[in-house]
């Protein structure tokens, strides 16, 4: 068989058999609801009018539910969407993420859920003001989080505006958080402009005065203003006498708090003092980062890494700036680096690193690295295996491909891919025989598999059988009629019907 052939089909097989089976779920579900909203809207148009002028008690209870029924119709019908973007939002591909969620969203711009993921994808894309606007929407919501609402506000502001800082204060104290939340946002504020006068403002807080002038300390409920005021504290009690140490303290606490703008300006004051301040490196380079500023990442963590090349996290995230950048090159140095220094969990580096040498177009290192990612870790999952396998038939890596699916029968015997897998390597050696078998062990296992369907329709047509082949591609215009298959399967019909 040609490789030209090969590498086609496979194109064909890849790009087509997700889509196949949303396509079959999604039109199985379309056509039941489409009748019943028709239904509903034929009920509505002929509705009394003194029906809607006054409601009972039980109407209203009525209406609550019919309320209720048709979100969870609605959310049912956008469940292919709302799965898929959850699926890209997993794999960290947010863009792709949130296209699917936007889609949802216009066709339900009321499901608080949507609107929720709406505002965690562009939150993860450091694309605050869009978030912030979103968030704004669920406020009213039981699960809504006015301290996330709090970041937002301050991550979305330009604080290069001279009016920003008052405008971001008044923002949060209108979020009504509890009295001690408020006082930390809005004092942290003020360390941008002056860090002495917050920090003094931080101190007086754990105290008040009663009439009388007698002082009593005041129990700290909230977490993030506890966290400063233990920094403030251990600031205090540092027996060194360098002063960059001690606000070293201060800023790790903003930053373990989120509060990276804080954290920021505070670090680069102490980079003025102590220029070669690694932790102050790292958090700033962490802080821009979260931010999604990454060429400000990007030079702080250069600067750690010509003073450290040894930290597994900085060479991690210098792999993460260089990947976003699509520098594969550069992005395999500092993975393998970050591999070298212990970073964990490895698996990740492992994965990554078959990306980029997918990215880059080379066979040899795809080959190795798949063989490190399943043969070097040991919570590896299946579709880890199914790539291996596939891409090691794809480079006529046979005997480890078979090793590999007999592992596979082994822990998931009633997988019926991975007898199109070995069938595949069969028709490859030109074991038709033994190929057609194995094609038909999947299918009795999944007889509406369009993968096998469709390579069991071209091994017949291989071999002159054409009335079968006819046969096996109808199947899969019944059995996936709106996939790529099914295209596919409509171009080798007219072919064969030519003959």
Request: proline share 3%; glycine share 2%; net charge negative.
């Amino acid at each position: 068989m040609s490789s030209t052939w090969r590498n086609t089909f496979l194109i064909i097989v890849i790009t087509v058999g997700i889509i196949a089976i949303w396509t079959l779920w999604f039109s199985a579900y379309n056509t039941s609801n489409s009748s019943s909203e028709k239904n509903k809207k034929q009920e509505n148009d002929t509705a009394p009018e003194e029906f809607i002028v006054e409601k009972t008690k039980q109407e209203i209870s009525e209406e609550v539910v019919r309320s209720k029924i048709e979100k969870i119709k609605n959310r049912l019908a956008l469940k292919w969407l709302i799965t898929q973007g959850d699926e890209y939002f997993r794999n960290k591909e947010l863009w792709w993420a949130l296209k699917s969620y936007l889609q949802a969203y216009k066709k339900n711009p009321k499901d608080e859920k949507i609107t929720k993921k709406l505002w965690d994808t562009y939150f993860e894309l450091s694309r605050f003001q869009a978030a912030q606007k979103y968030y704004e929407n669920i406020r009213s919501y039981s699960w809504f989080d006015p301290d996330t609402l709090a970041l937002t506000y301050i991550y979305a502001t330009d604080f290069s505006w001279s009016g920003s800082i008052d405008t971001l204060e008044q923002q949060i104290r209108d979020i009504q958080l509890p009295e001690q939340d408020t006082f930390y946002y809005t004092t942290s504020l003020s360390c941008l402009r002056d860090f002495h006068e917050c920090k003094k403002s931080f101190e007086a807080y754990t105290t008040q005065t009663d009439k009388l002038g007698e002082e009593s300390e005041i129990e700290i409920q909230s977490d993030l203003l506890g966290e400063v005021l233990q920094a403030i504290e251990n600031f205090k009690n540092f027996q060194v006498e360098e002063l960059y140490f001690k606000d070293a303290l201060i800023t790790w606490a903003f930053y373990k708090n989120r509060n990276y703008p804080v954290a920021i300006e505070l670090g680069k004051q102490i980079l003025l003092e102590k220029p070669d301040y690694r932790p102050i490196m790292k958090i700033l380079a962490d802080s821009y980062y979260a931010l999604g500023d990454l060429d400000a990442a990007k030079t702080y963590l250069a600067n750690f890494y010509k003073l450290d090349d040894s930290d597994p996290g900085v060479a991690y995230l210098l792999w993460v700036i260089h990947g976003n950048e699509n520098d594969q090159v550069l992005s395999n140095i500092y993975l393998n680096k970050a591999l070298q220094n212990g970073y964990s969990p490895t698996i990740n580096i492992r994965r990554q690193l078959v990306h980029n040498f997918f990215i880059l177009d080379s066979e040899e290192n795809i080959i190795n690295a798949f063989y490190d990612l399943i043969e070097q870790e040991n919570d590896y999952d299946k579709s880890d295996l199914e790539l291996a396998i596939y891409y090691y038939i794809l480079y006529a890596q046979y005997d480890q491909a078979k090793i590999w699916i007999e592992q596979w029968f082994e822990q998931y015997p009633t997988e019926e891919n991975f007898h199109w897998y070995l069938g595949w390597i069969q028709r490859e050696t030109w074991q038709t025989d033994k190929a057609q078998e194995e094609f038909q062990k999947g299918l009795d296992i999944n007889p509406k598999n369009p993968f096998l369907l469709y390579n069991i329709a071209l091994l017949e047509k291989e071999t002159w059988n054409s009335q079968t082949a006819l046969i096996y591609l109808k199947q899969i215009k019944k059995f996936a009629p709106e996939s790529e298959f099914a295209k596919q399967a409509e171009i080798q019909i007219q072919n064969l019907s030519k003959k």
